[in-house]
């Protein structure tokens, strides 16, 4: 398996809270993405990374800041945590980047915003 | 990207085929056909990509027809251990994308 940790597994927080989630990798891949799972949406990306320093919106980044200052960490941050963040946040990592490459995913963060 | 529908739940028993079909009607000339597992609790998983005709891996194989309108992934004798969502995904190759999108996916239980 693909060397992605997430961390935390699991976090209970409350609203207006900042929340920081943390993806590493060991596999030196450029590219890193931050998903979120709801039921009845699927997979949605939030935001990604083509390198460091390097990152860009996805299709539900309101709400969502990223940062990238190595090549090995990826965080999510929530600035102010609100109920309708409630999910599964995923991170997954690529080599190249394009459209429909294999995607390595992490095992997920369960985040309940209360 | 090219539009996916697979259905929605299937069930099955342990030691048969289990064939998930996947229609993709606008699919381009330059899409590929992929596939991804999510167990419970985890991340997908890439199974198989394929682009024409047959594709065949340790875990599954993937059946894409002259017209490619249409593909099917086959899971040979399934255990319970494969009951999981499986997703279809259609999309070119090409850099800069980043807009790999996951549908609702096929809901697969295998019963003993």
């Known amino acids: 398996d693909a060397g992605i940790t997430q961390s935390p597994r699991h976090k209970v927080t409350e609203t207006g809270t900042p929340v920081t989630l943390r993806c590493h990798q060991t596999e030196n891949h450029r590219y890193m993405y931050w998903y979120r799972q709801d039921p009845g949406h699927g997979l949605r990306l939030i935001h990604y990374s083509y390198g460091v320093k390097d990152t860009d919106k996805g299709e539900v980044s309101d709400g969502y800041s990223v940062s990238r200052s190595k090549t090995e960490d990826f965080l999510l941050t929530l600035e102010s945590a609100t109920s309708s963040q409630t999910s599964v946040y995923f991170c997954a990592i690529s080599d190249s980047g394009a459209t429909n490459e294999k995607l390595f995913f992490g095992s997920g963060t369960q985040l309940s915003v209360l | 990207l090219a539009k996916t529908t697979q259905p929605i739940s299937m069930d099955s028993y342990e030691g048969q085929e289990v064939n998930i079909t996947c229609s993709h009607n606008n699919i381009a000339t330059n899409d590929y056909i992929t596939w991804y597992q999510q167990f419970p609790s985890q991340g997908p998983r890439f199974i198989i990509q394929?682009?024409?005709t047959k594709v065949t891996n340790e875990v599954a194989s993937l059946f894409i027809p002259a017209d490619r309108k249409s593909s099917t992934l086959s899971l040979p004798r399934v255990s319970l251990s494969d009951t999981a969502v499986y997703y279809c995904?259609?999309?070119?190759?090409?850099?800069?994308?980043?807009?790999?999108?996951f549908g609702a996916g096929t809901r697969l239980f295998v019963k003993a």
């Open positions: 394929g682009y024409k």
């Open positions: 995904l259609v999309g070119p190759l090409d850099t800069g994308g980043f807009k790999t999108i």
